[in-house]
């Protein structure tokens, strides 16, 4: 029998299992977006207990204002501890069914790759599938675990009273009556304080080619289900790591039809969850979509800059932003003006499809964007390391102000790269010549340095918990910090 008509004869039950396969992944990826939801509505259950907390306290009585801070303090830190248990808990769950989720994507993306090259290998594959598919048959994809979300409800009578539940924890509060403050401590005792310890940050990997090192870790994103995405540059991968710095999986980036190793500048999620990754070739630059496992959905082209490149995602309109830096040597090429080239920068805004919508930047003199990132109202961010400063626009493309100055003062800014935002609209800027990052709030103005140990800060990204996620292009490693 040849090897073609062996294979058309093994396509069709492969092709089965490779269908079942996939619905049986679908039904891990419903079950950790559901995960995903309960954790939003656990945020959302906390920031209200919070919230509540602090209003009854500020109608508390001043004699005992100190006590009842201190109170505060304690009853937070409960809610807190409650909430990271629940979190901690549901973590647990979605790690081992993303363990069962890459081991059943793998094999099934190893027989699409079979199946393309046509190879002998593919006649070996059906056996293989059949016992990775097999083995998830038969499986009830599990429950998500049952939180205790933080509930506080005070009680209206005449004192101020509170009751405090956390889960299955219900803590007694303060009352005040005809004058006469009394307090009800529960096991707290005196004046004694519980400050909550702060999280301590860690780094991972080191320069090398094996999974979990880096050559030239540039862009930095990270997903709702708290997965880390690095743009490994020099490597022509993107590799992916949990918030506590595990290797997950990686994935070459390949251009489509080209089978070119491509070297991947910067990289962001849109809405969907897909990957939009902006990197060169020997001779060219693309802009490429992929699946979170590094499936290829669509591909445009760019113009050749030879620059590095930042992209982000307007989720409100679905468009692509990428940031484009071309040097204008002058007519001659021998001339003095080659050692003094001029820069222009600019952002391109695309469709999905690849039709240029519009440009913005260069009438402000934009030189050397180093990267991009969109706020909760669609505003533009635009970090300019050559100029020292960072752009803001509207979601229309207009021009709002810029801030920032050459310096290593408060406020002043040394090559800045990395750009982000937080929860709040603060914006957080990697300044890299500082070696520091810097937080702004949404005019622009100074607020602080966060601290971190960084040599070379390059990409900044918040995760869902608040967690800054940077890549250190000079060390060849990751860092992830507490914001503060």
């Known amino acids: 029998m040849s090897l073609k008509k062996a294979i058309q004869q093994h396509r069709p039950p492969v092709q089965d299992l490779i269908t079942e396969g996939r619905n049986i992944l679908e039904t891990y990826c419903s079950f950790i977006r559901?995960?995903?939801?309960?954790?939003?509505?656990?945020?959302?259950?906390?920031?209200?207990?919070?919230?509540?907390?602090?209003?009854?306290?500020?109608?508390?009585?001043?004699?005992?204002?100190?006590?009842?801070?201190?109170?505060?303090?304690?009853?937070?830190?409960?809610?807190?501890?409650?909430?990271?248990?629940?979190?901690?808990?549901?973590?647990?769950?979605?790690?081992?069914?993303?363990?069962?989720?890459?081991?059943?994507?793998?094999?099934?993306?190893?027989?699409?790759?079979?199946?393309?090259?046509?190879?002998?290998?593919?006649?070996?594959?059906?056996?293989?599938?059949?016992?990775?598919?097999?083995k998830f048959r038969e499986r009830t994809v599990p429950n998500p675990v049952q939180a205790h979300p933080a509930v506080f409800q005070p009680k209206p009578n005449v004192s101020v009273e509170l009751d405090c539940t956390l889960g299955d924890v219900t803590v007694p509060g303060a009352a005040a009556a005809s004058g006469v403050a009394t307090m009800v401590m529960g096991h707290h005792h005196g004046n004694q304080s519980h400050p909550v310890a702060p999280i301590p940050g860690l780094t991972f990997g080191g320069e090398g080619l094996e999974p979990g090192q880096f050559s030239r870790p540039l862009g930095v994103t990270v997903s709702e289900e708290e997965e880390i995405f690095v743009a490994d540059m020099k490597n022509s991968r993107i590799q992916v790591f949990t918030l506590q710095g595990t290797f997950v999986r990686q994935f070459p980036t390949v251009v489509p039809g080209k089978k070119e190793s491509m070297c991947p500048h910067n990289v962001t999620m849109e809405m969907e969850g897909n990957l939009w990754v902006v990197g060169g070739t020997e001779c060219a630059e693309f802009a490429v979509q992929y699946t979170k496992h590094g499936w290829v959905q669509r591909k445009f082209k760019l113009k050749y800059t030879e620059q590095i490149r930042g992209v982000a995602v307007d989720t409100r309109r679905n468009h692509i932003l990428i940031t484009q830096t071309t040097v204008d040597y002058g007519d001659d090429e021998d001339s003095d003006n080659e050692?003094?080239?001029?820069?222009?920068?600019?952002?391109?805004?695309?469709?999905?499809?690849?039709?240029?919508?519009?440009?913005?930047?260069?009438?402000?003199?934009?030189?050397?964007?180093?990267?991009?990132?969109?706020?909760?109202?669609?505003?533009?961010?635009?970090?300019?390391?050559?100029?020292?400063?960072?752009?803001?626009?509207?979601?229309?493309?207009?021009?709002?102000?810029?801030?920032?100055?050459?310096?290593?003062?408060?406020?002043?800014?040394?090559?800045?790269?990395?750009?982000?935002?937080?929860?709040?609209?603060?914006?957080?800027?990697?300044?890299r010549g500082n070696s520091r990052l810097d937080m702004f709030d949404n005019r622009g103005n100074f607020l602080k340095h966060i601290p971190v140990d960084i040599k070379s800060p390059w990409a900044v990204t918040m995760a869902p918990q608040g967690q800054l996620v940077i890549t250190n292009f000079d060390d060849h490693t990751v860092a992830i910090v507490q914001s503060i």
């Open 339 to 431: 050692e003094n080239p001029h820069q222009n920068g600019e952002v391109l805004v695309f469709r999905p499809d690849g039709t240029l919508v519009r440009t913005v930047g260069r009438q402000q003199g934009m030189k050397d964007p180093g990267n991009i990132a969109v706020d909760g109202e669609g505003n533009i961010l635009v970090s300019d390391c050559e100029n020292d400063c960072v752009y803001v626009y509207n979601k229309d493309g207009q021009f709002l102000f810029h801030f920032g100055s050459e310096g290593r003062g408060e406020g002043q800014l040394l090559g800045p790269m990395g750009i982000c935002t937080d929860r709040v609209g603060n914006i957080i800027v990697a300044d």
């Open 34 to 134: 559901g995960l995903r939801e309960k954790e939003k509505s656990l945020d959302d259950q906390k920031r209200e207990t919070d919230n509540q907390i602090d209003e009854a306290y500020r109608q508390a009585f001043d004699h005992i204002r100190q006590q009842l801070t201190e109170e505060k303090g304690r009853l937070l830190s409960e809610v807190d501890g409650k909430h990271r248990k629940n979190k901690e808990s549901i973590k647990r769950q979605r790690d081992a069914v993303l363990i069962d989720v890459a081991e059943l994507s793998s094999a099934c993306d190893a027989a699409d790759q079979d199946i393309a090259r046509g190879d002998a290998g593919f006649l070996t594959r059906e056996s293989k599938l059949d016992e990775v598919v097999g």
